[in-house]
């Protein structure tokens, strides 16, 4: 009798009864079908056109195949095939051959006999050489990414058919210039390669519409890729590219130029995640400045432009940072650079930040330095992510008397919000005592570390070294001499003479008018650009804030911090009214200002107004920061928890002001911590810096919303620190985890990965059940939310080709045929044991097992003995094992033979001894 499954038979019966000439027997989800040979009653059906057995266990593509002559379409991906079959290359009709995500090594040279081909699909495989393919002059579409290949033979040039050429993920260093007989060559993908150049015959690809190159190593871009005039998209995120030449305005054609990150990366197939492209991924662009790059290719395009029609000058700018815990000496420093023979004396504190212009003669310019030296009174931290700005020069003064600089926090914090800033750590021998600090392990940890000195700030004479050498340090920044459009410099000028604190948007849009600048896009670079270099405050994001131009950061800043700071407000743990701000009358120059000085306040993260009152304002870093007490039922809670490499502070006060409007008791709001309220479902958001980490439970109807709602307000904050690393855990949902109130808890790295693998299932640590990745995702995300999902389940392909997955899937351009979802597999249809056997008794066998082996080697037990004890030991499980099964009445249907072979497959070391004797019977059928 025949092992196919009925609904094999069932389909195969369909198909004739219908007269199709198609036939679809794949599973819906990767693993999920049991086929683990191709039904031999297929071979019978010698009609068929398509053939399509997607996503089972099949190993091998038996001969039998040939008689399927009619075949054009053979799909056969998310299998287990190791070989292609020469056999195979008989069926001369076939037009479509898609064998992806396979275990493929080789490709068979009798493959050119497969002279209509058009579309071969073999990526994620293990193919390392694919010069078999050069002589199928009709492919018109290739995809091999994700394999093994180090070498392009040199006799691609051949396919000159070919539209689409897919080579990412591979470790190709090199480009052979055969490539530029591909004349009909649309789209060519090389992400996540070795590649460091182009060959200039890339020139000739004249029809060339979307080039990929992300994540290779290109320092340059390659002068020929501007002369590819068709070009649509260009794609270069993270390589280590510096400038983009003005030769980029010769690609008329180009609509997209992908620097950075992945959002709108495009690929044939969707890698998006599989490459595991980040945001963060960028390159250190230094010319046209960020600012304008970060606005976008037509941004570019006209910086070009402006320099071409106005000439250049070149900026000696920057911006120097003076930081450090209160009472180090930052204001005496910043005085002390200011002027040299500055005498001591007691200082107060700094309220805020203070903002000084420094100037000093370079190469027949002057340097001007503007030098921000920050209070350094804890409440000002959690600000610091606005004002500690890449492209600067950071001085961290620690007292040596004092011994209370956490080099650590601020090293890091420096690394995180500064990035290549270079760091001076000026270490201040008040009163000439001397402290050792771990130099060497400092400078191993923190690359941007690039002096410490000791010094004391009081002896005048050792003052004029340490100015030189922030002089020299500010020199190198890299954006210095930057050549900039001449309306730039002359409107940077003319802002300095002005002497309002704020101007509106509009009349600093009409200024740049009087400057002669044309493009809206200018107007919004140069903002960002004197904003990055601190010069002003724009923040163009925020659709209140977007509205000011503040011409004096310190003026805003003074504002914020004269709030923050003020007794009674400190004493009312932070609680304050919009009537309070006019009493505390903080600075005549905010009169009338108060709403935007709130506003930017609540842009900070600093503040949030009550929502049931009309002008009640709280901060929560100055809430009690004593965990107030409530209770809390512990079971059927949904855990989580956020780990921190390093933990900036103020993360959880900033998720406090964005979650606001779900505090139903302001009591249970606290300086960690806050309790949520939503939907008949509670919340706890806990942060707990020593310990570097977030934990989250949540209680009540409809948790996986709120914890949707939690996840993206908290990765939302995460990623407004580029580079930020944290990891995300979701809980296990395995049947001895799910009711607990410690659930083992899978890293999300973890999800992703074992999905990029095609691995429906993780492990759980603690009950060793096999638990599905879909199923922990559907756990924690609430598609009703409208939010998007936590793994991207879509790609948008250029010209409007959507691509929509479930999150596990592959994707296919609009050419090829999509595999039907429906299908009568059930997703497991194999009865599984209990945990408590598969995991406890599984683990007694095997001990048992080794128990006896040890006792043989010992010569205890005569191996006779080992035998008889093996049996016995096996029998005694499989009997359990047997009537669990029965009297769960899983069953009823299976004889005793098929129960006794399924407790045997759950067994360790017998189970995989058993699969392997049911494979060759299988295969021998
Ligand atoms: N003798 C001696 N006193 C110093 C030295 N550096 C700073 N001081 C004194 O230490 C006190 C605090 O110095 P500041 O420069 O105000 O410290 P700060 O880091 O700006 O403090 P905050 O603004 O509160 O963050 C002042 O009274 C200084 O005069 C030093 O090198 N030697
Ligand atoms: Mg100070």
Redesign the pocket.
Same mark, same amino acid.
């Given at each position: 009798m025949s092992d196919t499954p009925q609904w094999v038979l069932d389909k195969i019966a369909e198909v004739k009864a219908q007269g199709s000439t198609e036939l679809d027997l794949s599973a819906p989800e990767i693993d999920g079908g049991d086929l683990t040979i191709i039904p031999p009653e297929v071979f019978e059906l010698d009609f068929l056109t398509s053939l399509e057995i997607c996503r089972h266990k099949i190993q091998f593509i038996p001969s039998e195949i040939a008689q399927l002559e009619n075949l054009t379409t053979f799909h056969l991906s998310g299998n287990k095939i190791k070989k292609i079959p020469v056999i195979l290359c008989h069926l001369s009709n076939l037009q479509e051959l898609y064998l992806y995500d396979n275990q493929i090594t080789e490709i068979p040279v009798t493959i050119k006999q497969l002279s209509h081909i058009n579309i071969i699909d073999l990526h994620n495989n293990n193919i390392n050489d694919f010069s078999n393919l050069s002589e199928l002059i009709s492919l018109r579409q290739l995809y091999l990414g994700m394999n093994r290949i180090n070498l392009i033979p040199p006799s691609i040039g051949k396919l000159k058919g070919l539209v689409v050429l897919e080579l990412l993920i591979n470790n190709i260093a090199v480009i052979p210039s055969e490539i530029c007989h591909l004349k009909s060559l649309e789209i060519l993908s090389l992400d996540s390669n070795l590649l460091s150049e182009l060959p200039e015959a890339i020139k000739d690809l004249s029809k060339l519409m979307q080039l990929t190159l992300s994540r290779n190593r290109i320092k340059e871009i390659p002068a020929c890729i501007f002369q590819l005039k068709e070009l649509r998209l260009l794609s270069l995120s993270s390589n280590e590219i510096s400038q983009i030449p003005k030769d980029i305005c010769k690609l008329e054609k180009l609509e997209k130029l992908i620097l950075k990150g992945s959002t709108n990366v495009v690929y044939p197939r969707d890698y998006s995640w599989r490459i595991n492209v980040s945001k963060n991924d960028e390159n250190p662009i230094e010319i046209p400045p960020p600012e304008v790059v970060d606005q976008g290719l037509e941004s570019i395009r006209n910086y070009y432009k402006q320099i071409r029609e106005e000439g250049i000058t070149k900026l000696y700018e920057a911006k120097l940072l003076?930081v450090?815990?209160?009472?180090?000496? !930052?204001?005496?420093?910043?005085?002390k650079i200011l002027d040299q023979h500055y005498e001591?004396?007691?200082? =107060?504190?700094?309220h805020g930040i203070d903002i000084h212009e420094y100037i000093f003669p370079y190469q027949d310019h002057d340097f001007r330095v503007n030098i921000w =030296?920050?209070?350094?009174?804890e409440i000002y931290h959690a600000t610091h992510r606005f004002f500690l700005t890449e492209r600067s020069v950071y001085i961290l003064?620690a =007292?040596e008397r004092k011994e209370d600089t956490d080099f650590d926090y601020w090293l890091n914090i420096i690394q995180l919000l500064g990035k290549k800033s270079p760091v001076i750590v000026l270490l201040?021998? !008040?009163?000439g005592r001397k402290r050792k600090i771990n130099e060497s392990a400092l400078r191993g940890q923190f690359p941007n570390l690039k002096e410490i000195i000791s010094?004391?700030?009081? !002896?005048s004479e050792e003052i004029p070294k340490l100015v030189n050498k922030i002089q020299a340090y500010l020199q190198t920044l890299d954006h210095i001499g930057d050549p900039l459009p001449k309306t730039w410099t002359n409107l940077r000028t003319f802002l300095e003479t002005d002497g309002r604190n704020h101007i509106t948007l509009q009349e600093y849009i009409d200024l740049c008018d009087d400057f002669g600048f044309k493009e809206n896009t200018d107007k919004l670079s140069l903002s960002q650009y004197l904003h990055d270099l601190g010069i002003v405050l724009h923040f163009q994001d925020d659709p209140l804030l977007n509205k000011t131009v503040i011409l004096s950061p310190e003026w805003a800043t003074d504002a914020v911090y004269q709030i923050l700071d003020h007794p009674e407000i400190i004493e009312n743990y932070g609680t304050f009214s919009r009537k309070d701000l006019q009493l505390i009358s903080i600075n005549t120059a905010f009169d009338n200002m108060h709403d935007e000085v709130l506003q930017l306040m609540i842009k900070f993260k600093l503040c949030y107004r009550i929502t049931e009152t009309a002008n009640i304002y709280i901060s929560p870093q100055l809430l009690n920061p004593q965990q107030p007490k409530y209770g809390w039922r512990k079971s059927n809670n949904l855990i989580a928890e956020y780990r921190y490499d390093f933990m900036p502070k103020g993360i959880v006060s900033q998720f406090i002001v964005e979650m606001n409007r779900l505090i139903k008791d302001q009591n249970l709001v606290w300086r960690s911590g806050i309790i949520l309220h939503k939907d008949n479902t509670d919340a706890e958001v806990i942060e707990n810096l020593a310990q570097r980490k977030i934990t989250i439970r949540v209680r009540g109807d409809h948790k996986q919303n709120l914890l949707t709602v939690i996840f993206h307000e908290l990765d939302k904050i995460h990623d407004s620190y580029h580079g930020l690393q944290v990891d995300k855990l979701i809980p296990c949902n395995c049947t001895e985890c799910k009711p607990k109130p410690n659930p083992e808890l899978f890293p999300f790295a973890d999800i992703k990965w074992a999905i990029s693998k095609h691995q429906p299932t993780l492990q759980c640590r603690r009950s060793f059940e096999l638990v599905k990745v879909q199923g922990l995702i559907d756990e924690i995300y609430d598609p009703s939310t409208n939010l998007p999902p936590p793994i991207p389940n879509t790609e948008f392909l250029g010209d409007e080709r959507i691509i929509i997955k479930d999150s596990t899937v592959n994707i296919t351009p609009k050419a090829v045929t999509e595999p039907k979802p429906e299908s009568p597999i059930s997703n497991d249809a194999t009865p599984k044991l209990p945990v408590v056997l598969t995991s406890s008794f599984a683990m007694g066998y095997l001990f048992a097992l080794v128990a006896v082996v040890i006792l043989v080697a010992a010569s205890v037990l005569h191996p006779i003995s080992l035998a008889i004890a093996l049996i016995g030991i096996t029998m005694l499980y499989v009997l359990i094992g047997v009537f669990t099964l029965r009297a769960a009445d899983q069953t009823k249907d299976e004889s005793m033979v098929q129960l006794v072979t399924i407790v045997l497959q759950q067994l360790p070391v017998l189970g995989n001894v058993v699969s392997a004797i049911r494979g060759i019977a299988n295969k021998g059928n």
């Open positions: 003076i450090g815990e209160a009472g180090a000496g !930052k204001t005496t420093l910043a005085n001591l004396q007691p200082e =107060d504190t700094t =030296d920050f209070g350094g009174q003064v =007292d201040n021998e !008040k009163l010094l004391d700030l009081s !002896k």
